[in-house]
């Protein structure tokens, strides 16, 4: 089975943007969540499967501080998808003598 990697980003825009975040690491397939200013990376974090909200709510609190002092910032979401896997082709049922 492959994994399907895509990104989401949105603009960070009060409050707002940490409770979509959350929403996201919820949902459990979130990989990294990086925070831009103008183009440039700010801060990354690393996310692996598993992580409770109790790990996360300290991450998104330092991202909070760092948005509300940059302001114009833009949140990126890296998330997974399992594709599904190949259907398997069936044996031969051909008799040998």
């Known amino acids: 089975m ?3 990697t895509f990104w989401e980003s949105f603009k960070a825009e009060g409050e707002t943007w940490v409770e979509r975040v959350k929403q996201l690491v919820h949902e459990g397939n979130v990989r990294r969540v990086i925070v831009e200013h103008q183009g440039r990376k700010i801060a990354e974090f690393p996310l692996t499967a598993g992580v409770v909200g109790t790990v996360v709510a300290p991450i998104l609190a330092g991202a909070a501080a760092m ?31």
């Open 2 to 4: 492959t994994e399907k």
């Open 67 to 97: 948005v509300t002092l940059l302001k114009d910032c833009t949140i990126r979401v890296e998330r997974v998808e399992p594709s599904a896997p190949a259907p398997e082709e069936p044996a031969s049922t051909t008799a040998k003598p």
